[in-house]
């Protein structure tokens, strides 16, 4: 029996030798676009502020950071980062389901290899006098033992079932991919989440400011009317302007609540416990310098990309599969054994019993299923390679958006900052001459709405700033490649 299984084996390395090809197309990772930038005109050295500490630098070909949001410089944001990484059940949703993917891999990959059963049989049996005894003592009353191994194995002599693990292990990889963009989105929108609340809390600061400054310029207003030093018009122009202030509260109140909940779901919290602590804009800091992949190195850093690129293998292997399925298949099968009465004889030398089997099959006639099913599959592949294409233009557009959308944030932001600077000093003016009494008090609380309304919009712009700038990350791929 030893040297059947010996034989066995050897026929079958010899088989497996010659089953070395696989029909279909042998997939080949697409090439990098043929562009070296994103936008039409080459990107400035540095984003526009007038050289102060909110200028950055563009950094051409510098890789991307994995813990990008560590470069903000606000240990509660890196806290929430952590926790949210810990809890998200999206997260680990999609964890989940990467491990699914790579154990029907291992699945899938077992098929190359014989299949081996073992079937063990013991009988006590006592037989009629009138029929004849199976065994060859002719005893009635008898004991029966028997072990069989069967050994089963699809020779891949086309590549079917090599194309087929191709096929799972690329729906892995895109399941991998799949993973690390659940995980760049929920990092993104942490950082987000925390950074717009930072500038919507700032931005209620100045608008309480807003509205207390309105305040007293109406109470002034109505005293001077019943002085007679103001009209009704002049009252009712400061009344408006006070409901204007105050109708800013409640939809910034709105957009506060809105965003604790939603920072409370992806660090996975309820809603009742989402953090309290106040974020500012001031917390945290621009990173001084902002990487900018180069196109070729954005298609393999986007895990958008990738997927998509994972989804064309796949479809590759399906054709290799569809094709594989018109052409012949052949199985071997081996059952070597032992009978007896006697555990102990069982494979001595009249016992053992073996039988080797070879057979070979053809669909002749399927109404054309089977080449309809092989142009399905080419269609799905076209299919898929269009997409990829499509990803590509859309990472390229999403980048050259997000850069061109930083350049004009450094712009509006300078254009703000003096807006916010002349409103300031317009206050200082305004209140040294209320100090030698050369103008009303109405003056200054006039000058210091104009300056808490310039507050508001400085806040606003340096907060689409920070946005941006994790865009840009987001943009490159969120640095999972440098993520061991």
Known sequence: MNRLVRNLCVGA????????????????????????????????????????????????????????????????????????????????????AL????????????????????????????????????LNSNAEVYSLYSAQLNVSYVLDVFGGVRRQTESAAAQAENQKFLTEGVYLTLTVNVANAALQLAGLDSQMDDIQRLIAADAKALAITRRQRQLGEASTVDEATAESTLEAAEQLAPPLRKQIDQQRDLLAALVGRPP??????????????????????????????????????????????????AAAARLPSFTLTASPGGESTQVATLFSDGNAFWSIAAAASQTVFDAGALRHKQKAAESALAQSQAQYRSA????????????????????????????????????????????????GRLAVLTAEASECQARVALTQARSARYVDTVALYQALGGGWNARS
Request: charged share 15%.
């Open 13 to 96: 390395s010899g088989l497996l030798a010659v089953s070395g090809c696989a029909v279909g197309p042998n997939f080949r990772p697409p090439p990098a676009p043929a562009v070296d930038r994103y936008t039409p005109t080459s990107l400035p050295a540095q984003t526009p502020s007038n050289g102060g500490p909110d200028s950055q630098r563009f950094a051409v070909g510098a890789a991307v950071a994995d813990h990008w949001w560590t470069l903000f410089g606000s240990a509660r944001l890196d806290a929430l980062e952590a926790e949210a990484l810990k809890n998200n059940s999206d997260l680990q949703s999609a964890q989940a």
């Open 99 to 134: 491990k699914q993917a790579h154990e029907l891999y291992l699945a899938q990959r077992a098929a190359r290899f014989p299949t081996v059963a073992l079937a063990l049989n013991a009988t006590r049996a006592r037989n009629s006098a009138t029929l004849a005894s199976p």
């Open 272 to 321: 009742s416990l989402a953090p309290s602590d106040r974020f500012e804009v001031a917390d945290f800091q621009l990173p001084p310098e902002l990487p900018v992949s180069l196109p070729s190195d954005l298609v393999r850093q986007r895990p958008d990309v990738r997927a998509a690129e994972a989804n064309m293998h796949v479809a590759a292997a399906q054709v290799g599969v």
């Open 392 to 439: 590509v233009l859309s990472a390229l557009q999403n980048t050259a958006d997000v850069l061109q959308a930083i350049v004009d944030d450094g712009d509006n932001m300078t254009h703000a900052a003096a807006a916010e600077a002349t409103a300031a000093r317009s206050l200082r003016l305004v209140s040294d001459q209320f100090a030698q009494g050369q103008t």
